[in-house]
């Protein structure tokens, strides 16, 4: 605001009618003279206000002319009347002029109104123009004629440089321009002058003290009566803050690449209509891509194809809107498997609120969505359960809003799960049981505690019935409410028996004697005052004999002491008694007998009466006897033969195993046993495959059948082999019964064979390139051979009478092309193990695969592999070195043929094939089904010495790598599906001319 208070005092000193405008032609501002002429105040003058100083009959063709300048933002004069403030027209020429900021955007107009007599009678250096403005405006200005010589430059332009007027004039400008900045400046001026259009340039200008800064040059062109340029005016904007800002910001974001590719996340940022422009290192490395590759919209290319329309019109839609992105779409990796991800961007603003950027991660949520589709297929089947259960069920929120409701409850309510969800369900309660229910309801929501409560319920048909209503809160792992389940029970057949029990009790006893068993009842405190009819025949003791504590007398003497002790702590807490002891016969024969006695509360919930039986249970207890000798010779027959038995409950994760069990995992007998405690006890590298079983078993898969290492803590590494068979116990809950041998040592006994294996496997290899060898050697030795016999012909004919000359110029001629062939062969050699640059030659890559297949048959027999080629017969040739490559081709078939070695329970398979990939590069695979290696050490076996066989030197992939590396090409392995692994290169193929 100061600087436009200072621009309006400069104008108001002027003598001219001067006049500012917005950049859109809006005026905001006339001098003194402008107002004292046309009469009119300085608020009624801007805007529209100044246009009613213009004659009637101009003003429609001033304002179209005025409109077209602002629109070509160029420097114009505009003849027009203007209506002085006693009446009188008089003409005058309105000139104007731009000022443009920093961007190179007009931000301002500037103008005088000049009388044309005045124009036509002063002489030319007398004539008012802009050179007032422009001398006193805040910036460094000039002016030059149309051919570009410089006719003025302000005050602040030679302050600024400390140069003359006359040294600056004509081209003497270009003085103060930095030597590395003025070709470039000229350049532009020059094609400005030419064109006629704006100039709109940087360079650097040396300040009066010899310091140079960057300075914005903005030129526009002012055209006369005729459409010619008549003139050019100019400003110089100081941008060197700008320029070090620009510098800084450019170097911040080198640094937010870098920490963009730290960060443990992929990463994207896009121009604002969506254009990509980076994409971090994390997101190349996933989807295989280079940054090349993937800029623009070619990183759709890895968006799978069911998703990739739907992202791609959310992405639009959210350019156009400017709302951020929360969107999940599948990527393919680049080994084309394809896997979840969660797109969120946000975009960037400038201080206006414009987009400038887009910045966005994708995140990895496949593990997520899997989770989230067992969860819903679990919801799904837990609806399914409580629906089958037969009795009405329900859930609530922790606030008590009903959320769900059985299909069992509805069909007895007559309701649908809309009409019954939230509060509604307590329509259907007796009118006499609701209050106190809803009540004792919201208690219990208050309190956390369980709910134990009856009421009735009304049916579809208006029948009302008795219903037991139990409930408990589920918390969380913090131990908040987050859910009530409960249930409902039919209760009302109970309340009917247990009125007529009530009205029937005094027939008890005669219902006891009529039982088929042993039957007896007490006083509170114990005293025995009744024993059946059929307690009394199979004892020979009368009811009175009997009577208080002398029933003891028919218990056997070991069994009493016991048996007393635990009726006596059943009388002192009132719980059940539940014991055995042996009860004589009236013939003296001893039979065991199952004692149990149930207290009998009143309706004040005190003890009344205690009820009892004694069942026979001698045949159980000789069939235990029987079972127990069965599983002494189990656990010895496991003890034997290292194999413990086992049964898994799925559903509750409960395990019970023999002792044999314990002992092989290292537990103390009676340990409670769960997947958790086993899977602490797994070798990390096996518990994907403990994974595995547990996803196989929550399949139902019918037979599991796993192999697996446990690490105990005393250090011991155990190998586990598990069968176990599929089982439905009576509920019908799935279980799992089988049986966990200790293979410990039979393993170590396989590693002994395999690594005796392994020194057959060296030996072939080294078998092998001693065939490589004698290749290389018989190579060699055909040019020498040749060198040899054409040396013996050169000696002939020069010795021949007369000498045959030009015979022995063409054998020299020979002789130097095998010395060639034969050098050929050595350089060749010395750069396959020198690691110097391959020898470039076309290589049909099938024949050199042919070639090393063929000096590996022995090695591939002896190992009992089975070979399959696959070779595409179309290839173009690769260039490169024939023998490194063979190296490569030899390394890669050695290592797969040992990765099978130690394979039993499977054919041994080796399948090598050619083809092309998708860059339509010659490529190599080799393809195995042995031991496999995870995907995180993949990439680590390339890295020198590092090696997974016990007598690898760890230099041979590394070797390969750098082989490939050398021919332009790439070397990579990844796991196999199920097994095994797969090694492959790539190489750009070679199409001769």
Same mark, same amino acid.
């Not at 940054?291 to 998703?307: F, K, L, M, Y």
């Not at 760890?954 to 796991?975: K, M, Y």
């Given at each position: ?73 160029? =420097?114009?004069?505009? @003849? ?15 000139? $104007? ?43 460094? =200005? ?35 321009? %930095? ?29 009066? @003290? ?113 709302? !951020? ?31 400038? #950027? ?10 997520? #969505? ?19 259960? !037969? ?42 049981? =609701? ?166 509360? @009143? ?33 010895? *027959? ?29 537990? &103390? ?6 997947? *958790? ?63 966990? &041998? ?35 050697? %018989? ?106 490559? &063979? ?31 998708? @860059? ?37 992939? $590394? ?20 097994? *095994? =692994? ?12």
């Amino acid at each position: 605001m100061t600087l436009e208070k200072d621009i309006a005092v400069l104008a108001d000193a002027l003598s001219g009618m001067v006049w500012a405008a917005d950049a859109d032609g809006s005026v905001r501002f006339v001098n003194r003279h402008w107002r004292d002429y046309a009469g009119i105040e300085s608020p009624d003058a801007t805007d529209m206000g100044w246009a009613s100083a213009v004659h009637p009959d101009e003003l429609p063709r001033f304002l179209e002319r005025w409109r077209g300048v602002v629109a070509l933002g160029e =420097a114009a004069e505009i @003849d027009v009347r203007l209506r002085r403030h006693d009446g009188q027209y008089r003409r005058f020429l309105l000139s $104007s002029c731009p000022v443009r900021d920093e961007g190179g955007r007009i931000s301002r107009w500037y103008g005088m109104a000049t009388e044309t007599a005045q124009v036509d009678a002063a002489p030319p250096a007398a004539r008012p123009d802009l050179r007032s403005i422009i001398e006193n405006i805040p910036m460094s =200005a000039w002016s030059t004629d149309a051919d570009g010589n410089c006719d003025f430059v302000n005050q602040r332009w030679l302050s600024y440089t400390g140069a003359s007027l006359d040294a600056a004039s004509g081209w003497g400008w270009e003085a103060v321009i %930095h030597p590395d900045d003025l070709p470039g400046l000229r350049t532009e001026w020059q094609a400005c002058l030419a064109s006629g259009k704006s100039m709109n340039a940087e360079a650097r200008m040396r300040r009066f @003290d010899g310091v140079y800064r960057w300075f914005l040059f903005l030129g526009n062109p002012l055209h006369g009566e005729d459409g010619r340029i008549s003139k050019w005016f100019g400003t110089n904007v100081d941008v060197e803050d700008r320029r070090q800002a620009e510098d800084a910001l450019r170097a911040s974001e080198r640094n937010l690449v870098r920490i963009i590719n730290t960060i443990p996340t992929t990463a994207w940022s896009t121009r604002p209509d969506g254009y990509c422009d980076f994409l971090s290192d994390r997101w190349l490395d996933y989807a295989g891509f280079t940054a090349e590759q993937a800029i623009g919209w070619n990183w759709s290319s890895v968006i799978h194809p069911e998703d990739a329309p739907g992202l791609i019109t959310y992405w639009q839609g959210c350019l156009a809107a400017g709302t !951020p992105v929360d969107v999940e779409a599948r990527m393919r990796r680049f080994d084309g498997v394809y896997r979840w991800f969660l797109f969120r961007a946000n975009p960037f603003r400038d201080a206006a609120g414009e987009i400038v #950027k887009w910045y966005g991660t994708n995140v990895d949520i496949e593990d997520r #969505k899997n989770a989230q589709e067992a969860l819903q297929a679990s919801e799904r089947d837990l609806d399914r359960i409580i629906n089958t259960i !037969p009795t009405t069920a329900w859930s609530t929120r922790p606030d008590g809003y009903c959320d769900f409701l059985s299909d069992r409850w509805l069909d007895y309510a007559g309701f649908t799960a809309e009409q019954a969800i939230g509060w509604n369900w307590s329509s259907v309660i007796h009118p006499e049981d =609701a209050p106190g229910l809803i009540a004792y309801w919201q208690g219990c929501l208050a309190a956390g505690t369980p709910v134990d409560v009856e009421a009735r319920m009304r049916r579809f048909d208006g029948v009302y019935r008795w219903f037991l209503f139990r409930a408990n809160p589920w918390h969380d792992a913090e131990g908040r409410i987050v859910k009530w389940y409960g249930t409902n029970v039919d209760i009302d057949d109970r309340k009917k028996t247990d009125e007529i029990l009530r009205a029937s009790e005094r027939n008890l006893s005669l219902i006891i004697n009529t039982i088929p068993m042993l039957a007896w009842a007490t006083r509170p405190d114990g005293f025995c005052d009744f024993v059946n009819q059929r307690w009394i025949e199979f004892t020979g003791i009368s009811a009175i004999q009997a009577q208080g504590w002398d029933w003891k007398a028919a218990i056997h003497p070991d069994d009493v002491k016991d048996l007393v002790d635990r009726w006596q702590t059943a009388l002192a807490t009132g719980q059940p008694l539940d014991s055995e002891a042996r009860m004589r016969r009236f013939d003296g024969a001893y039979r065991w007998f199952l004692f149990r006695g149930n207290p009998l509360h @009143d309706d004040a919930g005190i003890l009344v009466r205690w009820y009892g039986t004694n069942v026979d249970i001698e045949d159980r207890k000789r069939a235990e006897e029987r079972l127990l000798r069965s599983e002494l010779l189990l656990a010895e *027959g496991q003890r034997v033969s290292q194999t413990g038995s086992f049964y898994w409950r799925v559903e509750s994760d409960t395990i019970r195993g023999s002792d044999e069990l314990y002992r092989i995992l290292g537990l &103390q007998v009676g340990t409670p046993i769960s997947l *958790g405690r086993v899977a602490a006890l797994v070798h990390a590298e096996d518990l994907p495959a403990l994974n595995e079983l547990i996803a196989q078993a929550l399949e139902g898969s019918e037979n599991l059948l796993h192999e697996l290492r446990l690490k105990l803590p005393d250090g011991c590494l155990v190998f586990l082999r598990i069968n176990a068979s599929r089982n439905r116990d009576r509920e019908g809950r799935l279980e799992y019964i089988g049986a966990i &041998q200790d293979v410990t040592e039979r393993r170590r006994s396989e590693q002994a064979l395999a690594e005796t294996r392994s020194e057959l496997a060296y030996m072939a290899r080294v078998a092998s390139m001693g065939a490589l060898t004698a290749s290389i050697a %018989h190579e060699v030795n055909q040019p020498l051979t040749g060198i040899i016999a054409n040396g013996s012909a050169c000696m002939r004919m020069l010795c021949a009478d007369p000498p045959n000359v030009e015979g022995a110029i063409e054998t020299v001629r020979r002789t130097i092309r095998d010395s060639h062939r034969a050098a050929d062969v050595i350089v060749r050699l010395r750069t396959l193990f020198a690691r110097r640059d391959a020898a470039a030659e076309p290589v049909d890559l099938n024949e050199a695969t042919r070639e090393v297949i063929a000096l590996s048959v022995s090695e591939l027999q002896r190992n009992l592999v089975t070979l399959h080629t696959e070779f595409d017969e179309s290839l173009d040739p690769i260039r490169g070195d024939r023998m490194q490559l &063979q190296q490569v081709i030899l390394n890669l078939l050695m290592n797969a043929s040992s990765a099978m070695s130690t394979i039993e329970s499977r054919s041994r398979v080796l399948v090598i094939r050619t083809d092309r990939d998708a @860059d339509r590069w010659v490529r190599f695979s080799i393809q195995d089904n042995g031991v496999g290696i995870g995907a995180e050490h993949i990439e680590r076996l390339f890295d020198p010495l590092y090696t997974t066989k016990s007598n690898g030197l760890g230099i041979g992939l $590394s070797v390969s790598r750098a082989i490939v590396e050398s021919h332009g090409g790439r070397l990579w392995g990844a796991p196999g599906e199920t097994d *095994g =692994a797969t090694f492959s290169f790539a190489i750009p193929g070679h199409t001769q001319d």
